[in-house]
């Protein structure tokens, strides 16, 4: 089974600094996707970022980049310049392709924002 | 509408009562998936719908756990003979395709006293 391990329980940065945020997984398998996920405090599940596990070019997305390591199988989420909107639980998911697409989350990294 | 609707916002029950949790995906997003996440935890895959059949229920925890999607839009989980251990928020989310992106609702909050 997938798994996904979240080792950062608690994060803060200072307004217009960086952070970074770790994820490991544990998976037997070649083709599936990485995603990091922004929850607020109004609940709602908003997906900051996509990585495809063929592609070996790290994604990004505005302020957001990641750093992936395939063989280390680590999947870690820079936020530049961060922004106070920015403060929320962010999760890791893995998703396997080819199956029924359900996602594994990882517990979750609560980061907070410093003006 | 919008996006993923899902209602109640928020549920208060007695154990041993039962309850419908409803989820309103996205017009024309024929894949809809359940989560449930218990505090301080992320959410956990419950079951999987595509279109009106439900393609993998394996992560409903027991058979007090059942969801259905007759027409293959709405969908509603039901729970009965609830348990404190059932409180959690229920999570919803839809895709166009098994394949593309899941877009998530803002959950329903489960308590059971």
């Known amino acids: 089974a997938q798994t996904v391990t979240q080792s950062q329980p608690e994060m803060s940065v200072q307004e217009a600094e960086t952070v970074t945020l770790s994820c490991t997984y544990d998976?037997?398998?070649?083709?599936?996707?990485l995603f990091w996920y922004k929850q607020p405090p109004s609940r709602q599940m908003i997906l900051v970022i996509r990585?495809?596990?063929?592609?070996?070019q790290n994604a990004t997305e505005n302020r957001f980049s990641v750093n992936f390591q395939k063989a280390a199988k680590s999947f870690s989420l820079k936020i530049s310049d961060s922004q106070l909107g920015d403060a929320a639980m962010y999760f890791c998911?893995?998703?396997?392709?080819?199956?029924?697409?359900?996602?594994?989350f990882g517990k979750g990294t609560l980061l907070t924002v410093n003006p | 509408g919008a996006g993923v609707s899902q209602t109640p916002s928020n549920k208060v029950t007695e154990k041993g009562k039962y309850v419908e949790l409803r989820c309103d995906p996205i017009?024309?997003?024929?894949?809809l998936y359940w989560y449930r996440q218990s505090l301080g935890q992320g959410p956990e895959f419950l079951i999987y719908?595509?279109?009106?059949?439900?393609?993998?229920d394996s992560g409903l925890p027991n058979d007090r756990f059942f969801a259905v999607r007759p027409e293959g839009s709405v969908s509603t989980l039901k729970i009965q003979r609830t348990e404190r251990g059932d409180s959690a928020v229920y999570l919803c989310?839809?895709?166009?395709?098994?394949?593309?992106?899941?877009?998530f609702g803002p959950g329903t909050r489960l308590t059971v006293l």
């Open positions: 989310a839809s895709s166009l395709s098994p394949s593309n992106e899941q877009f």
């Open positions: 998976t037997s398998e070649s083709d599936y996707y």
């Open positions: 990585q495809e596990a063929y592609k070996q």
């Open positions: 998911a893995y998703l396997r392709k080819g199956s029924n697409y359900k996602l594994t």
């Open positions: 017009s024309g997003h024929t894949a």
């Open positions: 719908f595509q279109g009106t059949g439900a393609a993998d």
